[in-house]
């Protein structure tokens, strides 16, 4: 649709076996990734949203209920289960039941949705805030047709 490129954030901080990649090796690499010219990214991971912001002209902000992102976190896991998702994680980190996903997945909207919020208010470029499916689906309608080639 927009034809950039996608940067999955989880298949650059997670090495395989789910391995972490460290504090200052994720900030460089976040630098890297920003430093190209024309980007989108995926992901939520909030030590590095002030490096992407001061790169970023847009922001897609999906503020959806915690129902919604548990379900659809558990839906996908199980689809996946034991399975590497190549598009999204590096090799060797198969989906699993993490624990700690649902967790913060559960307490997203009171540990963390207001930091974001908090960054999103100083951010100087476009921001777009959905807080249903819906809402975003009709954006995205009128972006495609926006962004139809002439006939």
Same mark, same amino acid.
């Given at each position: 649709?927009?034809?950039?490129?996608?940067?999955?954030?989880?298949?650059? @901080? =997670?090495?395989? #076996?789910?391995?972490?990649? +460290? $504090?200052?090796?994720?900030?460089e690499?976040?630098?890297?990734?920003?430093?190209? $010219?024309? =980007?989108?990214?995926?992901?939520? @991971?909030?030590?590095?949203?002030?490096?992407? %912001?001061? +790169?970023? !002209?847009?922001?897609?902000?999906?503020?959806?209920?915690?129902?919604?992102?548990?379900?659809?976190?558990?839906?996908?896991?199980?689809?996946?289960?034991?399975?590497?998702?190549?598009?999204? %994680?590096?090799?060797?980190?198969?989906?699993?039941?993490?624990p700690?996903? %649902?967790?913060?997945?559960?307490?997203?909207?009171? !540990?963390?949705?207001?930091?974001?919020?908090?960054?999103?208010?100083?951010? +100087? #470029?476009?921001t @777009?805030?959905?807080?249903?499916? #819906?809402?975003?689906?009709?954006?995205?309608?009128?972006?495609?047709?926006?962004?139809?080639?002439?006939?």
């Amino acid at each position: 649709m927009l034809d950039l490129p996608l940067v999955h954030l989880d298949r650059h @901080y =997670w090495q395989a #076996g789910w391995e972490p990649t +460290s $504090p200052e090796q994720w900030r460089e690499k976040i630098r890297q990734l920003v430093a190209a $010219p024309r =980007w989108v990214i995926d992901g939520n @991971y909030t030590s590095t949203l002030d490096l992407r %912001l001061a +790169s970023a !002209d847009t922001v897609i902000y999906l503020d959806f209920s915690t129902a919604l992102c548990l379900t659809r976190v558990l839906r996908r896991t199980l689809r996946n289960l034991g399975r590497e998702r190549a598009d999204e %994680l590096p090799p060797g980190c198969p989906e699993r039941l993490d624990p700690a996903l %649902l967790r913060y997945v559960i307490g997203f909207r009171r !540990d963390v949705r207001m930091k974001i919020l908090d960054h999103l208010a100083g951010f +100087s #470029g476009t921001t @777009y805030r959905f807080a249903s499916p #819906g809402e975003l689906e009709r954006f995205l309608t009128a972006l495609g047709r926006e962004n139809r080639p002439a006939r």
